[in-house]
Structures are given as structure tokens and as C-alpha cells.
């Protein structure tokens, strides 16, 4: 069972705040593509948190879903600076959180597995310790 967790955070400009208690649900980091484009060229680490424990305390996001896909995630990002803050899931019930919002990122304490690894740039790194996946688990 996770164990639960209180959590807050902002963007780079402050004008988006929220905070998040729940069970953290996943730790990890992406190297997927999009997670590519959207951290600039690293991998994208994260947290998964249940959906109804999230609250934006400060501001509203911007959000963007892609239309040409089939099953598409909506992302949630300051309008002002750009700080990409969660993306919501298609389940509904679920978000992932990046981990450089965190007030405290110390919170994180590190991944616990790397999935998308199939698209993994030769600069990227995973700590040795952790599962790797081509794909999702």
C-alpha cells in the first residue's frame, strides 16, 4: 500500500499554486517523446496521484489535448510562464504530478522505475537501481 503524502507546489512564476494528499501511487521517470519536448530534452520524472486529492489553490491552468489521437491525456500548464504542472489521465481518476513543481522536491526521493526507455537519448540518466521498461509495465 502507498503511503500517503501532503504536497504542494507552483509554477516557475507562482501565479499557478496547488497542493496534493493522497497515496502516492507511482514514482518514475519517462523518456517517452512527448516527455522529451515538454522538459526540454531530459526525461520527465513524476508522481502519480489520485485525481479527488489534487487542488489548484492559486490561479487556473491552461490545458492542452492533443486531437489526433485516439486516447489523449490533457496536460495542465501556466498560461503565463508555461510550467507544465500535471497531466491528467483518461481515466479520470488519476494525475501525474512533475516532480519540479514540488515546493520540497526532496519529497519525490528519486524514481523507481524508467518506462519508455525504447525512446531514451544516449545523454539521458537512469539510476542503475531502478526497473527500466521499453514500454509501460
Known amino acids: 500500500m502507498p503511503t500517503p503524502t501532503d504536497l504542494t507546489g507552483r509554477c516557475y512564476c507562482g501565479a499557478l499554486q496547488y497542493a496534493a494528499t493522497g497515496p502516492v501511487q507511482l514514482k518514475a521517470q519517462c523518456h517517452c517523446r512527448e516527455c522529451q519536448y515538454i522538459s526540454g530534452g531530459g526525461p520527465n520524472y513524476f508522481m502519480i ?19 489526433d489521437l485516439d486516447s489523449p491525456v490533457t ?24 516532480v519540479g513543481t ?7 526521493g528519486g524514481p523507481k522505475i524508467a518506462i519508455y526507455t525504447c525512446d531514451e537519448q544516449p545523454f539521458h540518466v537512469t539510476p542503475g537501481n531502478i526497473a527500466r521498461f521499453e514500454r509501460l509495465p
Open 49 to 67: 496521484l489520485p485525481r479527488d486529492g489534487f487542488t489548484w489553490t492559486k490561479g487556473t491552468p491552461q490545458t492542452f489535448t492533443r486531437s
Open 75 to 98: 496536460r495542465c500548464f501556466c498560461g503565463t510562464c508555461g510550467t507544465h504542472i500535471t497531466t491528467e489521465l483518461t481515466d479520470g481518476e488519476r494525475i501525474v504530478l512533475k
Open 102 to 108: 514540488l515546493n520540497d522536491p526532496l519529497a519525490y
